[in-house]
C-alpha cells in the first residue's frame, strides 16, 4: 500500500502539492486525475524518492522508497518513457537495469514477451515507434516482479489497441493482488480502467472514492427536449412551463433544452399541456468527463486562449434556469451542465464517502502473490502469447474500442500563472536507486 500523509512540494514559491493525504490499496487499479500542471508527476517522484517532500510523508508498505529494503523488487514504475538510452537494444537497456538490480537476464526476456516486444528485442530503442517506447518502458517497471507499480501517463500518445493493451495491463496486475497507481488526465480512460479515483488539483485533494461512486453521484439523468426549430416561440413556451413546474431548464449546443428534475413522462404531458409539439425528447447522462471537468475547472492552470466556447455562451432563453454556481469556482457567465444534487455538494460526494481516505488498511498488509508473465517462445508476435506458456499481459482482451480522448475542456483563458516551465521527467527508470535525483 501507498500512504501519503500531508505531502506538500515546493519549488520556491510554486506549491506543486499541498497537503496531500490518500492511499492506494492493493488489489486494485487507483486512477490519479488532476488537469495538467496540478502536481501528479511530482507525487509520483516523491513517491518514488525522486523527490523530497517540503513536508508530510509518503510511504510504500510503511516504508519511504528510499528506506525500502530491495526496492526494486517491490517496486516498479513507469515515469517517462522515453527516458532510455536510444543507441542501446531493447533488450540491453532492460538488460543493464536487471544486472543493477540483481534480477536474473531470464527475467528480461519474461517482460519483453510480457509486453509484446520480443521481435524487436535487438532493435535500438530511438526507432521505437511511441507505443514501442510506453512497452519498453513498462517492461522496465515489470521486471522485479513488483507488487506496487506506479505509471505515469502510461496511455499517453499510444493508439487504441496500444490503450486498450494498456487497460488490461493494468486491470490484470490489480486482480493479482499487486498496487496499481496510474495516473492520467482523462476520465474517461480511468472510468474503464481504475477501481478507485484519486483526483488533485492546483496540488489539492479533490476526490478520493471509488470509480462506482463517482459513477453514481456524477452520472445524473437529464432529458434532451426539442421543439420544432421553425417556430423558437415554441421552444421559449415550453422552457418557461417546464420552469414553472419545477424542472431544470439549461440549452443545448443545437437548439435542444437540457431538462433536470423532471421525469420524461412528465415532460411529455407538460408539452402536451402547453400545446408544444416535440421533434424530440430522449433520456441521456452527464458524461464522467464532464463531472469531471466541473470538479476540476477551478483548479486548472492551463487553458487555451482559443475560444473554443461559443456553444457554451449562448443566451438562457426566458424561464431557463441559470446554471447552479459551483462555490468558489467557476467563471462567471459560464457554466458547466448542473451538478446532479442540486443545492447539494457540488462534487456530489456519495453519502458516507469521505473526501480523504478514511479506513486505513492494515499496515504491512501484503498482496497475494499471482503467476506472473512466463517466458514467451522468441517466435511470438508482439502482443500475442508465447506458444509455450500462455503470457497473461501480451494477450488482448475480447473488449470494445477504447473510447476516443476527451475534449479539452472549454474555458474562457485564465490569467497568466506564475508558474515556471515544468523540467523533464527523470532521465532513467525510477526503479534503480543510483538514478534518484
Ligand atoms: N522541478 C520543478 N521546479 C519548479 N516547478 C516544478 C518542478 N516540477 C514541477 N513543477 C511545477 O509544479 C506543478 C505541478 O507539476 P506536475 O508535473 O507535478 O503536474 P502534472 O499534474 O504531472 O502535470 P501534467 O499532467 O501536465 O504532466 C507545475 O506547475 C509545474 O510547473
Known sequence: MIEAVGLTKRYGDKTAVYNLSFQVRPGAVTGFLGPNGSGKSTTMRMILGLDNPTSGQVTIGGYPYRKLPNAPRQVGALLDAKAVHGGRAARNHLLSLAQLSGIPARRVDEVLGVVGLHEVARKRSKGFSLGMGQRLGIAAALLGDPQVLLFDEPVNGLDPEGILWVRNLMKSLASEGRTVFVSSHLMSEMAVTADHLIVIGRGQLLADMSIKDFISANSADFARVRTPDTEPQLREKLSAALTESGG???????????????????????????????????????SLEEAYMR???????????????????????????????????????????????????????????????????????????????????????????????????????????AQPAAQAPAQPPAPPTAAPEKPSAPAAAPTTPEDAR
Request: glycine fraction near 14%.
Open 248 to 286: 431544470h431548464v439549461m440549452p443545448e449546443q443545437d437548439g435542444a433544452l437540457r431538462v433536470t428534475g423532471l421525469p420524461l413522462p412528465r415532460i411529455s404531458d407538460i408539452a402536451h399541456d402547453s400545446d408544444v409539439r416535440l421533434w424530440e425528447l430522449s433520456p441521456h447522462q452527464a
Open 295 to 401: 470538479m476540476t475547472q477551478g483548479a486548472v492552470d492551463y487553458r487555451s486562449t482559443v475560444d473554443q466556447k461559443e456553444g457554451l455562451m449562448q443566451q438562457l432563453p426566458p424561464g431557463a434556469q441559470p446554471p447552479m454556481p459551483v462555490p468558489g469556482q467557476g467563471q462567471p457567465g459560464w457554466y458547466a451542465p448542473p451538478p446532479p444534487q442540486q443545492g447539494g455538494q457540488p462534487f456530489g460526494m456519495p453519502q458516507g464517502q469521505p473526501m480523504a481516505p478514511g479506513q486505513p488498511a492494515p499496515q504491512g498488509q501484503q498482496a497475494p502473490q499471482g503467476p506472473y508473465g512466463a517466458p514467451v517462445s522468441p517466435g511470438a508476435a508482439p502482443g500475442a502469447p508465447g506458444a509455450g506458456a500462455p503470457n497473461p499481459y501480451a494477450q488482448q482482451a475480447p473488449q470494445g474500442p
